[in-house]
């Protein structure tokens, strides 16, 4: 079914988006919704289905089933007016070795028909002024990147679509990339898209994640509620048996990991001193106690986890 | 359009396109003085047309193979087809511009090679001057077989040139472009082989008869511009 009007403000919109190569569903049933303004990471495992959703995203291939749109223009209809919105970066050796960088955005600044000044404009974002004339050929890949994503950002699109953007670059490469996407919704007023299968980077750019499992789009939404609301709380206690007992009648389920318990909390800091009060009255020692607030990763593998079991048992069923 | 050339021709700076447009030319014009230097001194209108016959024989199939072959590899071998595709640009346009650059260096290629053998004879003078080439160089007789030679090579070019864009390996249009040319070798004097796109240029000069020439050049004019046609169609539908 194709969308309608896209709803007010959602910069990508799928309904039953799929793709089908063969006999085999690389993406099916893909119901996308990216607000605009946001910085949306789209997590998946390799061969989840990221790589052929940007792919339709950006109307280099066409949807076997469902329909995707960019600020309300069907990708496949309305080709044209969609990529006039958008920007991509899906391969950081996309360049010409042989140019300098700003040959290589003049190259794509002239196809898109902007003024000159554009290039020094996007060079500065990406903080590339210096590099810039010299051959592509002699860059890093972390520079590479960031001549792709200033490629990306000529002509000021309001979505920018990346496709793994951190593959491949050093921590400082890393570090440098996310200082630079995490300012880009203020500085440009655009929406980021972009894939990774770097859990820690993508949390702390992404304002939505959408995560992909076996061709189909498994979660999605603001990253905050979508994240496990309980902490995990260690503790190492003198007499582990007797902590068991202790938290369990206090209404907890503790796990022994290693040489002491974990227990889920939910009631925050207070919680957890009270329970630190019960431990000690009831004579346990408490040589560690330690919260852990929940991360992208213990989501993504709890998410994994969940749709592997559901997996199984449907073929053992 | 004129934007997409210039850009096309821009991201050739430093390729092996260049050395291979200066030498494909210079390579006719060494057999050219060879022969020149082992036969009766030759009239300058049959110089002329044996330099041009030699080159569309087997040197302008080939390069034109290296070409097509160089001139997708750009795009091929950084990736970078994805990036283009996906800009706002009519994806026909992309392609045109591209085949646009691959008549234009064989149409330079073509230049060259009548330029050169005026040289070339003006060497074989100075040299051996009892084998100079007789009378006055023909440049209306070169410039017409030039200008005939380049129209009937539209057909090779744009199929070639499809087939290396279509596929990121080389192999496919380096195939084709031997197996063409190998017809071409093996079946001339035939006159069903100006039928195939590799052997259209050489039939104009190498014809027994005007009628056959003329009808290389048709079919490889309007074949080519029919190839065209269909690359362009095939390539913006195609999926990237």
Not at chain 1, 241 to 256: D, F, K, M, Q, S
Not at chain 2, 13 to 22: A, D, M
Not at chain 2, 133 to 148: H, M
């Amino acid at each position: 079914m194709p969308p309608t009007q896209s709803a007010q403000g959602l910069a990508i919109e799928s309904r039953g988006l799929g793709k089908r190569f063969g006999a085999r569903w690389a993406v099916e049933d893909v119901d996308l919704s990216v607000q605009a303004g946001s910085v949306y990471g789209f997590l998946g495992r390799n061969g989840a289905g990221k790589t052929t959703t940007i792919r339709l995203i950006l109307g280099l291939l066409r949807p076997t089933a469902g329909a995707v749109s960019v600020f309300g223009l069907d990708v496949a209809r309305e080709r044209m007016a969609a990529a006039r919105l958008t920007g991509s970066l899906l391969e950081a050796r996309a360049t010409y070795d042989q140019l300098t960088g700003h040959e290589n955005l003049d190259t794509t600044r002239r196809l898109l028909g902007l003024p000159a000044t554009e290039i020094g404009r996007v060079l500065d974002m990406v903080e590339m002024t210096g590099a810039a004339r010299r051959r592509v050929g002699h860059y890093s890949l972390g520079m590479r990147q960031r001549l792709g994503l200033a490629r990306a950002l000529l002509g000021g699109p309001r979505l920018l679509v990346m496709d793994e953007p951190m593959n491949g670059l050093d921590p400082d490469g890393i570090r440098e990339m996310r200082h630079i996407i995490r300012a880009l919704p203020e500085r440009t007023g655009a929406t980021v898209f972009l894939s990774s299968h770097l859990l820690s980077e993508v949390e702390q750019i992404a304002t939505h994640i959408g995560l992909m499992h076996d061709g189909r789009l498994v979660m999605q939404g603001p990253i905050g509620t979508l994240m496990p609301k309980a902490v995990e709380l260690r503790i190492r206690a003198g007499d582990p048996g007797r902590a068991v007992e202790v938290l369990a009648a206090a209404g907890h389920t503790p796990v022994r990991t290693g040489d002491g318990l974990t227990v889920a909390l939910t009631g925050g800091d207070a919680e957890a001193a009270a329970l630190n009060r019960r431990l000690v009255e009831a004579g346990c020692a408490v040589a560690e106690l330690s919260a852990r607030k929940p991360d992208l990763e213990t989501l993504y593998m709890q998410v994994q986890q969940d749709r592997s079991t559901k997996n199984s048992r449907r073929e053992a069923a | 359009m004129l934007t997409l050339i210039y850009l096309e021709l821009r991201k050739l700076k430093g390729s092996l396109i260049w050395p291979l447009v200066l030498a494909a030319p210079v390579l006719v014009n060494i057999f050219v003085y060879m022969l020149a230097t082992r036969m009766p001194p030759l009239p300058w209108t049959d110089a002329v047309a044996q330099g041009i016959g030699l080159w569309c024989f087997f040197i302008m199939p080939m390069t034109i193979v290296a070409l097509s072959i160089l001139l997708s590899g750009v795009e091929h071998g950084p990736r970078a087809w994805d990036h283009i595709l996906a800009l706002p640009v009519r994806r026909w346009r992309i392609f045109m511009a591209k085949a646009a650059v691959m008549m234009l260096l064989i149409g330079l290629m073509g230049l060259m090679l009548l330029v050169e053998l005026e040289a070339t004879g003006m060497a074989v003078a100075a040299f051996v001057p009892e084998k100079a080439f007789i009378g006055d160089f023909p440049w209306i007789r070169g410039l017409t077989l030039t200008a005939q030679t380049w129209a009937a090579s539209l057909f090779m070019g744009m199929v070639q040139l499809w087939i290396a864009i279509r596929f990121r390996s080389f192999v496919a249009p380096m195939a084709v472009g031997l197996a063409g040319t190998f017809v071409t070798v093996v079946g001339s004097g035939l006159s069903e082989t100006i039928y195939v796109p590799w052997a259209m240029p050489v039939a104009i000069i190498a014809s027994k008869t005007v009628e056959d020439s003329a009808l290389a050049l048709q079919v490889g004019l309007w074949g080519g511009v029919a190839a065209l046609l269909l690359m362009l169609v095939d390539l913006s539908r195609k999926e990237a």
